[in-house]
């Protein structure tokens, strides 16, 4: 079943417009790229105020309120950008072991996400300083950025080995 649907999609008008027209792919890519930027760099924000590196003069929530409109807006245009680029080669983005990973760290970035705006952050309203921010957030934040800078690294792997792997 999976099989056909990648390969349906990925003869789909669009797909094959991406993947034998001269510019659309690399214009996506590009914004892909920047999309990505936007969503690590807006949640770095966040992610190194927890940890008490960054931005030590505002809360949590303050920086929290200011990233995430970015942080959303950003990760749903490289939602739309990374499946365009999908499309245009479906069968062998599937098998590629970095696109994979990359999906499954986003998995992971979006659990870590969960479990720190339902059980860590309560009390954040009180985190006016690096040294009220509690241990429990402070490995949220350090775990999000382990896990986007790994995702980042993937996503850069993907390009140069799908064309190198069975």
Not at 9 to 21: F, H
Not at 63 to 88: E, H, R
Not at 93 to 113: D, E, H, S, V
Request: glycine fraction near 6%.
């Amino acid at each position: 079943m999976l099989p056909q649907f990648l390969q349906a999609l990925q003869d789909s008008a669009v797909a094959t417009a991406i993947r034998e027209g001269e510019s659309l792919f690399p214009w996506i890519e590009s914004v892909h790229v920047l999309a990505v930027t936007l969503v690590i760099g807006s949640i770095a924000i966040v992610d190194l105020r927890l940890l008490g590196l960054a931005s030590r003069d505002r809360s949590v929530l303050q920086m929290t309120a200011l990233a995430l409109p970015v942080t959303w807006s950003a990760f749903g245009i490289a939602v739309i950008t990374g499946t365009l680029m999908f499309s245009s080669n479906a069968l062998s983005y599937a098998r590629n072991p970095f696109l994979q990973a990359k999906l499954l760290l986003i998995i992971g970035a979006g659990l870590n996400m969960a479990i720190y705006h339902l059980y860590s952050a309560r009390g954040a309203s009180a985190w006016l300083t690096p040294v009220l921010t509690p241990t429990r957030a402070r490995i949220a934040g350090a775990i999000s950025l382990a896990l986007w800078i790994a995702i980042a690294a993937c996503g850069r792997w993907i390009g140069f080995t799908l064309h190198t792997l069975p």
